[in-house]
C-alpha cells in the first residue's frame, strides 16, 4: 500500500456532504451491498464497480478508460467495505493525475462515525437569537450512515440520554462528562426496529435509570427499568421530560417534551411550546413513520389511524413554534445551516398528510412503504430482551438504511 494515499476521514466527508459540495463515489463493493446501503447527499454521485475491475484495469493499463466510467462532479473518493481495495484505487487514480482519496477505514468506518450539535432551543416570544442558559443544552446526535437521531438533555450537573445507540455508549458518557454532567437517565422512546438500543448498556454504564413507556413494555420487554405513562414528568436538573403519548409507528411509541431547557411559550396564548419535542418515530423532517413495523401488514391500518391520531389530536395542543427533533431523518434531508436535523411544527402542519381525514391518511402511508429495514425481526428481539447479540454482531445487524418513514421525504 501507498502510505501517501490522498485519504479522507468520515468526520470530513460528510462536513463535505452537509454543504452541498460535490462528491463522485467509487465504490467497489459489490452491487447487492451498494444497492442496499451507500453514501448518500444532494450533491453525492455513486458508481459502482467492482474492485476485480479496477485491478483488471491497472493490469491492462486502462486506468483512464475506468475513472471515465465515474459518474458525477468534484473529487472522486474510493470505498469499500475496510477501506482497503479502495486505497489502491485511490492510489492508482492519483498517480494517473485524478483528484481521488480514500475513505478511511471504509464503509466499516463512516458507520461508526457519530455527530452531535446543540440545539436553537429558543422561540420568537423571547426575542431573536435567545438561547438556554449556559449549563442546559439539548443535544442531537446523529449517525449519517443510518439516519438514526438520538438526544442529550443536560441541565446543570445531570443529563438524560434519548434513543441511545448501543455502539456508542461510551461517546454518551464522555459527553456529559466534559459538560460537567453524569448521565443519570436513558429513555428509548419505543422498541426499536432498526438499530440495537443503547438503553440497558448505557444505563449500566452509567448507574443510570432506564426508562420506557407502560405499552412499549408491555410488547414483552423482559428486563427491569422504570415505566412513564402519558404526561409523566422526568426530572433532569431544572429541566422535566414528558412523556407524550404518541401511538401509530408502535403502540408504545412515546414523544419527549422537553420543558425548561430554554426560553418557551412563544405568542400562542393557547398552545404548549416546549423546548423541543423530541418525536420519535412518529413525526420526521418531511415525512411520518411507518406503520407496519409492530402487527405486520395486517395490522398496519390500524396502527396508521392511530399515528393520524397522534398528529393532528395528541399533538394538537403543541403550538406551530415547537421545535420538532425527530428520531430519525430520511435520506435526501440535509442538516440545516446550524447543523441540526430539526423543523417547526408549523412547518411540518403543511405536509399533505396533515390535511387529509383519517382514511386518506391510512391509505397514504400504507400504500407504497419501503422495504422493512434489514434484520428488523431479530433486532426487535435483542431490544426486548429475548436475545442476545456481542457487539460485533450488533454492529453488523443494524447496518444498512433506517427505512422507518412511511413515505420519501419529498412526497
Known sequence: MNDDTPSVSPADLQERIDRGDPVRVLDLRNRDEVDRWKLSGPAVTVTQRSNAKFVQATVTDSVDEFAGGVDGEGPIIAVCARGEASREAAAALTEHGYDASNLEGGMAAWARLLTAVELPVSDADAGAGAEADADTAVVQYRRPASGCLGYMVVSGDEAAVVDPLRAFTDRYVADARERGATVETVVDTHVHADHVSGLR????????????????????????????????????????????????????????????????????????VPSALLTGDSLFVGSVARPDLERGADGAADLARDLHRTLTERFARFGDETLVAPGHHAEGIQPGTDGAVTARLGELRELPVFSVDADEFVEYVTADMPPRPANFERVIAINLGREAADEDEAFELELGPNNCAATPADD
Open 201 to 272: 448498556d448505557l444505563a449500566e454504564a452509567a448507574d443510570a435509570e432506564a426508562v420506557m413507556s407502560v405499552p412499549a413494555v408491555e410488547r414483552g420487554v423482559t428486563y427491569d427499568l422504570r415505566t412513564v405513562a402519558d404526561g409523566d414528568g422526568i426530572p433532569v436538573g431544572d429541566v422535566t421530560l414528558e412523556a407524550v403519548h404518541a401511538p401509530g409507528h408502535t403502540t408504545g411509541m412515546t414523544a419527549v417534551a422537553v420543558h425548561g431547557a430554554g426560553p418557551a411559550g412563544g405568542d400562542e396564548s393557547d398552545s404548549d
